[in-house]
């Protein structure tokens, strides 16, 4: 069974998706990001949303 896994890291939510070869959407999950006055988020926080939210979309 082949998915394809789709992250959308924004500033204010980060998304996963996971999709079926033909485009069909699986699962989703999001978390929303709290607000700073800095308009850059941390890569490192940014990188364990994208780990941590496929897991929860599976």
């Known amino acids: 069974m082949d998915r394809l896994l789709a992250i959308d890291s924004g500033l204010t939510v980060t998304k996963a ?3 079926d070869l033909e485009g069909n959407q699986i699962a989703v999950c999001r978390r929303n990001v709290p607000q700073r006055e800095v308009y850059e988020r941390r890569p490192s926080e940014r990188l364990g ?3 941590r939210l496929p897991r929860r979309a599976a």
Do not use: E, K, Q
Request: glycine share 0%; charged share 0%.
């Open 17 to 19: 998706a996971i999709f």
């Open 49 to 51: 949303l994208s780990v």
